[in-house]
Structures are given as C-alpha cells and as structure tokens.
C-alpha cells in the first residue's frame, strides 16, 4: 500500500490533509456569482432590511515554504529570515485542546520539522509574508464587522470571539496574525486558539482518522496522474525539466513548489513559465477528480463534520438560550483542502485553487421585517448565490436543505468512518 500511496504523488501533496495519509502509513461546477440579490431585488439597499447576529470565518493559512522541494530541479534557498514575525503581529495567546487542557501532540507537524529545505528553513512553514496576509485579512475584517457594522468590539474579548486552528504551526500562526489585525494587538483576555487531536480533526479531510474515507480515496489517489490528459501533460513537464522517471512527483507537488516560490520573489526554474497556467489547470483537475461530486460519500466524509459544526453554530445562536449565545464571530484557521471540499459541496467550487488566506465567510442574518433567519456566504471578499437558494440572503431552511446532502453529525460520521461497508467504487 506504501508504494501505490507513493506512486500516486503522495508525499507532494500540498495540504496536511495529504499528510494526514502518509502519517497514518507511517503508523500501521461553476463561477461563483456575485450578486446583491435579496428577497426584494428592487430594494437598493437590502443589507438595510437584515440584522447581522453571528459570523463564521473559515480561512486557509497565509503563504508558506513548500512541503517539498521539486526533485532535481534547481532548488529555491528557504532561510530562517524569510520566517521573522513583524512585531504588529505579536499578541497574548496560548494554544490548548478543545477543553482548555494542554495542546496536543502534533505528528503532522512533527514530519514537516522533518523536512529541512535548502536554505534551512522547515517544509510547511508559515512565512512573514503570510503573516502579513493574515494580518491584513484581520484588518478586512475589522473594517467590515468592528468599523462599518459594529458588530464586534473593538478589543478582542472571549466571550465574543471563538478561535480554532488545526494543530499545525501555520495555521496556529495564521490564526494569532488574523486576530493581530482584526484588534490592532488590543485585548482584554489571552487569546485562546483551541486545538484537536490529529485522530479526530475535522478541520480537514482526516484520512487517518476516518478509516472509510481512506478506503474511499486510496484508489482514487492511485489512478490521479493516470488520468487522460493528465498523464500526458505530466510525462511532457517531467521531460522539459529533466526529472528522472524514478522521482515520484504530480502536478500537485509541482504547483505547490511553483507558487510558493512566485510568491516570495524566489527563482524558478525557466521551463516552468510555459508550464504555469497547465500546472494549475492540472492541479484543480486531479482535486476535481478526487473530491467527485457524484461520489458523494467521499466528499461527505471530508467536510461533512465541518458543516454541521457551521450549522450548530447558527441554531445555537438562534436558541440564544446557550452558554455560547454571546459568541459573535467563530474563527476557523485551516488549509487548502479544506475550502475546497467546501466549495465544491456548496456547488461555487470556481475552478480555481483557493489561494494563500482565502477565505469563506458565512453570515446569519434576522429579517428586521419578519424575524425570519437567512444566511449569506461569501468567498475570498464575494458574495455568493449559492445554487439551492432563492437569493445571496439565503433563508435558513433553504440553506440547511442545501447541506443536507453533506452535513454530519459527529455521531453519523464516526459510524460512517468505522462502517466497512462500502457505497461508492
């Protein structure tokens, strides 16, 4: 099972999601639309008709080194000093377990420390410039929900704020730099960011942890870069930068290498600029080809704990009758591969891999005419008409009845996870 894992391009996958399946060997569509629709779409301002109640922000990390350098190829130098965090971003935190007890292990984070690029820095880590996209990220939001609409205060409080990251130093960082912006380093509590164990992540696809899933997926990951088309165009971008057949690398690990690289100014090799826009069409397809709609159970049980996490955070909210009914805003710091699943079960996958801190933002809304709940959802800073709904202010049930097919509770999921039955190819 090692070698067909390797032969599929595991080990240059870009995400800890891929990760979470080595580590677990080791131990044993459309555009996004924008729109500001509403029930009333003559209505020139309908934001004026909603009352905004809770925001939930799910985001991928900032730039960062790769995860692996591509194979003999002319390497990119990774010095430590392209990891400084600017002072702005500093601010009075601790990471715990979802209990408020001690952080726990991190195996994934553990292997990238494995990893020492050249140059000397560490696969996988998040860089100043990523902090600085976080930062800003932070910044949008503070314009839009503490400046423009006061939903938030202006220094960060507990009680408002809610803030989980996957146990790995990126997005922990990312998410520290986030709220840097988003309060300008002003706080009244430490800033818990609140952590799992790799077994039971639900922040990303948890190949380890959902045994069913990996049953699911294996074969698929296999077949990846033998897919027509695929095969072709990879077997031509191996020959023009002359990396030996025995290397094991996919369009996957070439753009991850690529992007990094374009994003801190760092040299790449030549032949790569022809490649550019190919490497990336061919990434999202092997993505695409993975997380296949139609197969829904896979994607199912990718994201399905997640959205009914959304989901709980809204009726709570509603009920207002719970210990967390003053919580304003949930932040979720998290990975490539996590947004896109998401996307794609939502149905406004673009086509396009989510870049360096993009973001979902998701809205509850009350009618100030009705009381009645709606959601809206936007993508990296754009509203969303999310097929399913009657409008970008989606109203609830119709935007539960869109989730339906993919939400799972925790209960449902790991019955699913541990079932060796199988319902898809």
């Known amino acids: 099972m090692r070698n067909l894992l390797t032969k599929a391009g595991l080990f240059g996958s870009v995400s800890v999601a891929f990760g979470t399946i080595w580590w677990s060997q080791q131990k044993t569509e459309s555009n996004p639309i924008t729109s500001s629709a509403a029930p009333n779409p003559n209505d020139a301002c309908p934001a004026s008709l909603y009352e905004l109640q809770l925001v939930q922000v799910l985001f991928r990390h900032g730039a960062r080194t790769p995860l692996k350098s591509i194979p003999d190829v002319m390497e990119a130098q990774w010095a430590p000093s392209l990891l400084e965090a600017p002072p702005y971003t500093h601010i009075n935190y601790v990471v715990t377990d979802l209990k408020g007890g001690p952080q726990p292990r991190s195996p994934l984070e553990d292997n990238y420390r494995k990893n020492i690029l050249s140059g000397g820095s560490f696969a996988g880590q998040l860089t100043t410039l990523g902090m600085q996209q976080l930062y800003e990220l932070g910044e949008t939001l503070r314009k839009k929900y503490i400046e423009e609409t006061p939903l938030l205060s202006p220094t960060f409080s507990s009680t408002e704020v809610y803030v989980r990251s996957t146990n790995i130093v990126r997005t922990i960082e990312s998410a520290k730099c986030l709220i840097a912006g988003l309060f300008k380093q002003k706080q009244k509590d430490i800033v818990s960011i609140l952590t799992e164990e790799a077994e039971s992540e639900i922040l990303y696809p948890n190949y380890h942890g959902c045994k069913l899933l990996k049953v699911l997926s294996h074969p698929r990951w296999a077949k990846l870069s033998t897919l027509p088309g695929i095969a072709e165009d990879l077997q031509s971008i191996l020959s023009a930068l002359g990396i030996a057949a025995h290397q094991h690398v996919d369009f996957i690990l070439i753009r991850d290498d690529m992007v990094a690289r374009e994003a801190h100014g760092l040299p790449s090799p030549l032949v790569l600029s022809?490649?550019?826009?190919?490497?990336?069409?061919?990434?999202?397809?092997?993505?695409?080809?993975?997380?296949k709609p139609n197969k829904r159970e896979?994607?199912?049980?990718?994201?399905?704990?997640?959205?009914?996490?959304?989901?709980?955070?809204?009726?709570?909210?509603?009920?207002?009758?719970?210990?967390e009914a003053n919580r304003k805003l949930f932040l979720y710091s998290a990975h490539d591969t996590t947004l896109i699943p998401c996307l794609m079960a939502l149905k406004i996958f673009d086509m396009k891999w989510p870049p360096y801190a993009a973001s979902i933002t998701l809205e509850l809304h009350k009618s100030r005419q009705t009381g009645d709940a709606f959601v809206k959802l936007s993508y990296i800073g754009q509203d969303q008409h999310i097929p399913g709904c009657s409008g970008v202010y989606c109203p609830l049930q119709e935007f539960k009845q869109v989730l339906s097919a993919y939400s799972l509770s925790s209960e449902r999921y790991n019955s699913r996870c541990n079932s060796t039955g199988l319902t898809e190819p």
């Open 274 to 291: 022809s490649w550019r826009n190919k490497v990336e069409e061919r990434a999202v397809d092997m993505m695409c080809s993975l997380y």
């Open 298 to 323: 896979a994607l199912q049980l990718s994201v399905g704990p997640l959205l009914h996490v959304l989901l709980e955070n809204i009726e709570k909210k509603l009920q207002d009758n719970s210990a």
